[in-house]
């Protein structure tokens, strides 16, 4: 089970920063990932982490703004997110996923709760 925090409202230019805590028995073998979701759309890929911390992959789109991390001691994966805009008002998941990382959301094992960002103009 996942378990998400972090999430809020903030203005224009703010940063925030996102944590999912995973299971003690499993986290640190599992890769985690960051989506995001809007209404009416699909899960869309964010970010991604190996499970040694030494693989990263970020979505073009936001590789400048965010920095994913994991601290396998706490059990927890990060996402943050720096000079945030009104487009990355969204809800936010983690995920994990046994081996090796993936975009693909539908190739995750379990998902957190999901946690809404707002960022205001």
Known sequence: ??????????????????????????????????????????????????????????ADSVKDRLTISRDNDKNTVYLQ???????????YYCAEKCFRGSLDPSEYDDWGQGTRVTVSQ
């Open 1 to 58: 089970q996942l378990v998400q925090s972090g999430g809020g409202l903030v203005q224009t230019g703010e940063s925030l920063r996102l944590s999912c805590e995973g299971s003690e028995r499993t986290f640190s073998s599992y890769s985690m990932g960051w989506f995001r979701q809007t209404p009416g759309k699909e899960r869309e890929f964010v970010a991604l982490i190996g499970w040694r911390s030494t693989n990263t992959y970020y």
């Open 81 to 91: 997110m720096n000079s945030l805009n009104h487009e990355d008002t969204v809800v």
